[in-house]
Every structure is written in C-alpha cells, then in structure tokens.
C-alpha cells in the first residue's frame, strides 16, 4: 500500500509539472522546481511601470518592447491632465512581447494601445484583434506621411495601425578610413565610390588590401539580411507557398563572398564584437585591433545604436565626429513601431486619440524631432518619469510635412557634428519616398529567422548550398505547419 | 464510535482539498486542455479553431526536426544525468561517512547547491559571452597558445551541445547530493555497525546497505529528473539564438514546442501534439522505472510466511 501511495504521488508530481509546463514556459529541473523561474516569465514582473493610477483620472493601458513611447504617454498626459497613461515594457529580445501581447488576446488583460514592430505588425494587421482607424486617414494625409507609414497597417482596404517613424536604411562610414583607402571622405564622392554591390564588393577588396587586413569592410553578416530582403520583387508567401526571391540569391552569394574573402569581421549582429566595432575597440583573439569600415543601419540606428556606442565604456577610445552617412548600394527600409488600438479595449476612444497624438499630431512630431522631451520637461508632467526618460533629437518622424519644417533646424545639432557636419535629416529625407513595403508579411520574421544558422552553417563550409536550404525549410515547417514548402 | 469515525475522515477531507483543489486546477485541467488542444488547429491569432483529428500529431511525425529533437532532449539529459548521479554517489558516502569525517559539511553543501540558485537566463548569458568569437575564452586560449587561431565556438554543435551538458550537470549535482545524502543519513547507524561487526569492508557496505535502503530516494530522483530532462528548455533556449542553433544541435522537444507556440499566428494546437507526445513518452518511462526498480521482497515475505 505505501508503495502504491508512494507511485501514485510521484505520478501525480509528474503529470502535475507536465501538466502545468505545458501551458506555461516550461522549465529544466532535474526536481521538483516550479514553472514560476522560467525566464520569459520574468521580465514583465519585474519591469518598472508607472505607479498606481492615480484617482479620478481615467486609466489608459499602453504596451511597449521599449521604453520609447513611454515619452509619448507623459507628453500625453500633459495635454490630456485627466488621463493616467499606464505604460508597461516588456522586451522583445526572444520574443517575450509577442508572446505576452498574444496570451491576453480575447482575455479582460488585454491592453488599449499596443506598439508593434516590423516583425509582427502584419500578423496583428492582418487579424481580427485590431481595431479600424481608417478614419484617420485624411490626417496622414493632410499631414503628407510617407506611404510605408500606413501601408503597413492596412489590409483590404482598412487602416489599422500607424507609425510615428519612418525608418529608409542608410550605409555608415568611418570618414578616417575612406580617406586613408579612398582619398575622399566627401559622402557624394563616396556614393559613386559605393554605388551599387558590386562597387561595395571591389571596395571590400580595396579596404582589406590597404589595411593590410586590419580593417574589415562590415562587422557581421546580418548586416546584409535587411538590405537584400528589402529589395525582392516577390514576398516569401506566394499562395501558400514559400518563395525565395532572386535577390535572397543573390544575399547568400554576397554575404559567402565576404565571410570567404575575409572581408567581414565575423561578429554577430547586437553582440559584443559588434558593438565595440562602432568605437574602434575591437579586437582579435590575439589582441590586434580591428576596425570596421561601414554598418549598415537605418535612420533609427544612427540615435539608438551608433551613437551611444560610439565610445568605448571606458572611455579610450571614440569614433564621434567620423561617421559619415550615404545611401549605399541598394535602398532599403528595416524596422519601425506602430501604433494600434485593441479592438476589446474599453477605452476606444481614449485609445483612438492617444494613436492619433503618437502618429499623426504635427506639434508632438515636431517635439518628438527636435528633442523638446527632454528629462526636465517630463518630470514636470510627471515627477515619477525615471531619469534616464527623454527623446533625443533626430528620430526621423513619418510625416513630410513636420521633416521638411524641420530639416534645416538639424544643419548644426550634435547629431551633425556626430556625422561631421552632415545633415543625415536631410539624407533620410531624400530616401523616404523610395521605401515601400508592399511585400512585407506576418510570417516574414520568422522565415528570416529561420534561414540564420543555416546560413551560418553554409558560411562555416560545414552543410553544402542544398543542405542550408533543405535545413532552412524543415526550420520554416516546423514553425508553419500550413505552409506549402517546394 | 460511528460518529467519530465520521468527523475524522470529515476533517482529512478537508486538509488534502487545498493540494486536490489546486491539482485539478492547475494540474489535471491544464493536461486535459492541452490534448484537447492537440486535435484542433487552434491558433492565438484567430478566435476559434476547428477539430482536425490526428493531423497535428501526422505532421509531427513526419518532421525529421522532431526526431533530431527527441534524440537531442533525451542525449542531453542522459550526458547530464549519469555523471550527475555518480558525483552525486561519491560525494554523499563521502560526506556521511563517519570515519572520514569531513568538515563544514553545511558549507559544502550550500557551495554545490549554490549554481542551482542562479537565474538560468544570467547563467546562459554568462557562457554565451564566454564563449562568443570575440570573447575571453578564445582570447585566452590563443594568447596562451592552446589554440592556433580563434574558434567560432557558438557555431559549433559538439562544444554548444557540451556547454548545455555541463551547465545542466553543474546547476543539478548539488540538489541531486543533498537528496541522496538526506536518504543515507536516514539509515540508521546500528545497521552500519552491525554490518563492521560482521566484517564488511566500505564496498560491501555501500552496496549490500547503502544502496538497497536509497532505493526510494533513487527512484525519486530518477523520475523528478527525468520529467524534468524530458522538458528541458530554459538553457538551451536562451544559449543560442532560441532555435536550437548551431545546426538544431542544442534543439530540445521543448524548444519545438515553444516554436511552435510562438510562431507569428501561435499555433497552440500544434504546440499541444508535442507536448502530448513529450507526456506520453516521459509517462510511459517513468512507469518503466517503477516497474523495474520495484520492491521485489514483498513476494518473498509471503512465500516465507505461506
């Protein structure tokens, strides 16, 4: 009997935890450990969000995976004095937004605004959780906002979610280098000089020859990805089916050719390495320095990535001042957050008008430019706004009425003086226009994400080209189990 | 006498009803629902989903990935386990033996236990940087010429596939010694002393007493690991890139499963059939387990006595 009682309690353990695990992140313990230390579970609890709302005020719940838009709700709060913007971040780095946002979907937890990024404002456009804002549409017009902005957040002819942002890519480059390998730092001279790919491959040769291979042309494959898929003629899912577009080709071809030539540094995208490139303390295993000629990033990653990386953490070393900002070989677009109202919100309207001051209010477009949010000016809203809280100047806002207004306050600013006296605004300005994302899906992501280590593989010569793409669609399968995979 | 009776079972009734209460809803319901789950075609994206029968688990059975993955789960946590329960073995006799007499036993105790406290996501953070192209391990080794030149180690399934074994076994040995101590030092000392007295020497002690009478612990411990093995995920997943990468070598059922789930439409129902067949299969082992290390004495007790 106690035998049995004893088999049976185990048991019960057992399908307890499996039980359990199954529903939530599932955690390894070779004992009885609770689900509770999974650790997508973490980040949302432990994440500062505002204080309780405050009372008699109306409460308005907003999701992030940044703390960018928090800005936004205390620049709300200052034109809207009855309402408490509750704001709560949650990261995206492994998908834990996403899966959050997902699990309260058609629950009461289910916020009033969400922010959706490139990678998955599709899947949300494309679903029946969000709610129409076509009516907004004469505003995005009134207020000439690059088309990109809103076609991403329509499907069948309704409008869904709109951006603050509009994020054309942009090629970065040390002026020092080309100077030293080029003779010119001019950016239009360096245009002609980087036209097209395959000027960028010659060049490759010309920095890595010159530099007696101390200077690698880009820091990591990934660096590639978006310029490539953003220019293919067909998306990934024709008719149910998984297409791969001649210019997917051509990026395998092209990125093989840099690990091969050594004309790549072999760092990983948002790592180590590729960080200290940006502020010239990389170095090899051995302890030579290493340096990188150009990144590609687009008009965020100048404020959010260059930037505040541009010196080292301790201080030896800075690239500030020697940057220097073209179109590169091929126009693209990466990234960007819109805004969207949940449809079971129960603050629609409230919501409504806090997506509309977000995206497509010229005064907050305007502020949001040209860094009038600073830490000061929040705190004054509202006190508890965490130190560290405030806009920089030089996000490149989707309207072309407020970018044009404001190009020109941007002639002497840090940012220029970051870029050596460039007008990037001006640059991106330009740009804009050109991007368009008619071929962006819900799927898109994950298929991408599915092609790196294959493709890392391919790179490290251990599978052939036909076995990276047989190992590239068992990884699209398992994730899409609809898909048809030629 | 009747009525005492009565209160009696009234009242063990309702001190077990928060664990039965709290089973059913988070236990029984949630294993219920999920193979509910696993016949339909239910995602996060749309509201409702269809029963589609056996497709999930036909899909499932016809991915290659899903067997690398259960090849995957189950290598990692056999590599890891054995080597953990052998440590785990010596340390314990060491410990609780009265001859060798070692000192600050609580200390090293706490020492073992201690990588088990650490947050898997700061553990995995930690070797990821370690071992990263441009990381202190490639630095060192190169600039103390054990290596020739630096190693993309993050690309590389076997040292990604030893990383996971090691970091598992480390965060694990401590918690499977304090068990198995706690089972040995239950054993009663007169047993020890009887067996001295009839001339056993360590060997003959610890496998003719010491492990008969850890048989329950071992069992325990065998089955708590195994379920938790079978679902192991947190490191792996957050080692590499969340795919199981470089080349699914570090891609655990559980891994899937969550792919699955997180895919940009949340295929729960798809995600469900893995998780059944992890149940399934991890049910089905542990019942093995009990069935082969079963008391075999019972039937000889009564063969003496009929």
């Known amino acids: 009997m106690k035998r049995l009682l004893f088999v049976f309690s185990i048991l019960l353990i057992a399908s307890m935890m499996l039980g359990a695990c199954a529903k939530a992140a599932p955690t390894e313990a070779p004992a009885d450990v609770p689900p509770a230390d999974a650790p997508t579970d973490v980040p949302a609890a432990e994440l500062p969000t505002t204080p309780p709302p405050a009372e008699g005020k109306t409460v308005l719940n907003v999701w992030s995976f940044t703390n960018e838009i928090l800005t936004m709700g205390v620049a709300f709060e200052k034109t809207h004095p009855d309402v408490d913007v509750i704001y709560t971040m949650i990261p995206m780095t492994n998908g834990e937004y996403q899966t959050k946002l997902m699990a309260t979907l058609g629950t009461d937890a289910v916020p009033d605004v969400v922010a959706l990024e490139a990678a998955f404002v599709k899947s949300y456009v494309e679903s029946d959780f969000l709610a129409d804002l076509s009516d907004m549409m004469p505003l995005a017009e009134e207020l000439k906002m690059y088309p990109f902005v809103y076609e991403v957040g329509t499907v069948d002819g309704i409008t869904k979610a709109y951006a603050y942002q509009a994020t054309p890519g942009a090629l970065f480059y040390r002026r020092s280098l080309a100077k030293e390998y080029f003779g010119t730092d001019d950016p239009v001279e360096m245009q002609a000089i980087l036209g097209d790919m395959d000027k960028y491959v010659a060049a490759a040769e010309v920095v890595k020859t010159k530099s007696n291979g101390d200077t690698f042309m880009v820091a990591s494959n990934g ?118 109202v949940m449809k079971d919100t129960k603050q629609a309207e409230l919501a409504r008008e806090f997506v509309r001051f977000c ?128 | 006498m009747m009525r005492s009776n009565y209160r009696k079972n009234y009242y063990g009734y309702l001190f077990i009803a928060p664990f039965v209460i709290g089973f059913l809803v988070f236990g029984l319901y949630p294993l219920y629902n999920t193979i509910a789950l696993s016949f339909t075609n239910t995602t996060m994206m749309k509201a409702d989903g269809a029963f589609v029968g056996l497709q999930n688990f036909e899909r499932l059975f016809a991915d290659k990935t899903f067997f690398t993955a259960i090849t995957n789960t189950w290598s990692l946590w056999l590599m890891n386990f054995i080597p953990q329960l052998g440590i785990a073995l010596l340390l314990s006799v060491w410990f609780t033996n009265t001859r060798l007499r070692i000192k600050g036993g609580g200390i090293w105790r706490m020492l073992f236990y201690m990588p088990n406290l650490l947050m898997p996501s700061a553990i995995a953070a930690l070797y990821f940087s370690l071992f990263s192209y441009y990381g202190p391990v490639n630095q060192f080794m190169v600039r103390a010429d054990l290596l020739p030149e630096a190693v993309d180690f993050i690309r590389s399934p076997d040292v990604m596939r030893g990383l996971v074994v090691f970091i598992q076994w480390w965060m694990w040995f401590g918690q499977t010694t304090i068990l198995i101590m706690a089972g040995m030092t239950s054993i009663s000392v007169s047993v020890y002393e009887a067996a001295i007295i009839d001339g056993a020497s360590i060997w003959q002690m610890f496998r003719y007493v010491t492990l008969p009478l850890i048989k329950p612990v071992m069992i325990f411990i065998l089955v708590t690991s195994l379920v938790g093995g079978m679902q192991m995920f947190d490191i792996p997943f957050l080692l590499t890139d969340g795919r199981g990468s470089p080349a699914n070598s570090i891609l655990t059922s559980n891994i899937m499963m969550y792919m699955r789930f997180r895919s940009s439409q949340g295929h729960i129902g798809a995600a469900s059939a893995v998780g059944v067949v992890v149940f399934i299969m991890t049910s089905f082992v542990a019942l093995l387990i009990f069935y082969l290390l079963r008391e075999k004495s019972d039937k000889k007790v009564k063969e003496v006595r009929s």
């Open chain 1, 223 to 340: 660096d590639f990805m978006n310029l490539f898929y953003a220019n293919r003629e067909q998306p990934w899912v024709v008719d149910d089916t998984l297409t791969v577009d001649p210019m997917v080709d051509k990026m395998v071809e092209t990125v093989k050719i840099f690990r091969d030539n050594g004309y790549e540094a072999k760092a990983t995208q948002w790592q180590e390495g590729w960080f200290a490139g940006m502020n010239d303390s990389l170095k090899d295993a051995e302890g030579n320095a290493k340096k990188i000629f150009s990144y590609f990033l687009p008009t965020w990653g100048l404020p959010y990535v260059l930037a505040p990386n541009a010196t080292s953490a301790d201080g030896a070393s800075t690239t500030v001042g020697d940057w220097a900002v073209i179109t590169g070989p091929l126009p693209y677009q990466w990234g960007g957050t819109w805004l969207g």
């Open chain 1, 359 to 486: 995206t497509l209010d010229e005064e907050n477009l305007t502020n949001w430019a040209t860094g009038v949010y600073t830490n000061e000016y929040l705190k004054a809203i509202d006190p508890n706004v965490p130190d560290d809280q405030y806009q920089a100047a030089g996000d490149f806002v989707g309207s072309q009425v407020v970018v044009e207004k404001i190009t020109a306050s941007f002639d002497d600013s840090e940012l220029s003086k970051f870029l050596g006296g460039q007008n990037s605004y001006g640059g991106f300005a330009a740009a804009a226009p050109t991007v368009n994302a008619r071929l962006m899906q819900g799927s898109d992501d994950a298929i991408q994400r599915a092609l790196n280590d294959p493709l890392n593989s391919y790179l490290e010569g251990t599978v052939t080209l036909d076995e990276m793409w047989t190992l590239w669609k068992d990884a699209v399968r398992n994730e899409f189990p609809e898909l048809i995979i030629p």
